[in-house]
């Protein structure tokens, strides 16, 4: 099982980036998806997750500017991030888990580095 990660980069406050996970060994039908993220000398949270029927979950600090989607036929999530802050700045990886009420991940994707200047 792989999760590739990708999207990351170098924007401005107030910008847009789309991240994108593919995952292989056909997992992704059966899995809830997620994102987290990792700043410089803080642990590692969660931003959001989507089950496997498409029911979405936002941390506080990302609702109304990031938005989570899977593509069930490209084994794909992506997190469309809008609005971006400097404190978004952050490693963020992709995790799959299986079908349960928490988010419990089993598979993690290799990060990709989201940095926000200005």
């Known amino acids: 099982v792989q999760l590739q990660a990708s999207g990351g980069g170098l924007v401005q406050a107030g910008g847009s980036l789309s991240l994108s996970c593919t995952t292989s060994g056909n997992i992704f039908s059966t899995s809830n998806m997620g994102w987290y993220r990792q700043a410089p000398g803080k642990q590692r949270e969660l931003v959001a997750t989507?089950?496997?029927?498409?029911?979405?979950f936002l941390t506080d600090s990302v609702k109304g500017r990031f938005t989570i989607s899977r593509d069930n036929a490209k084994n794909t999530v992506y997190l469309q991030m809008n609005s971006l802050k400097r404190e978004d700045t952050a490693v963020y990886y992709c995790?799959?888990?299986?079908?349960?009420?928490?988010?419990?991940?089993?598979?993690w994707g290799q990060g990709t580095q989201v940095t926000v200047r200005g």
């Open positions: 989507i089950t496997v029927a498409g029911t979405t």
């Open positions: 995790a799959a888990a299986l079908r349960r009420a928490t988010f419990e991940p089993i598979h």
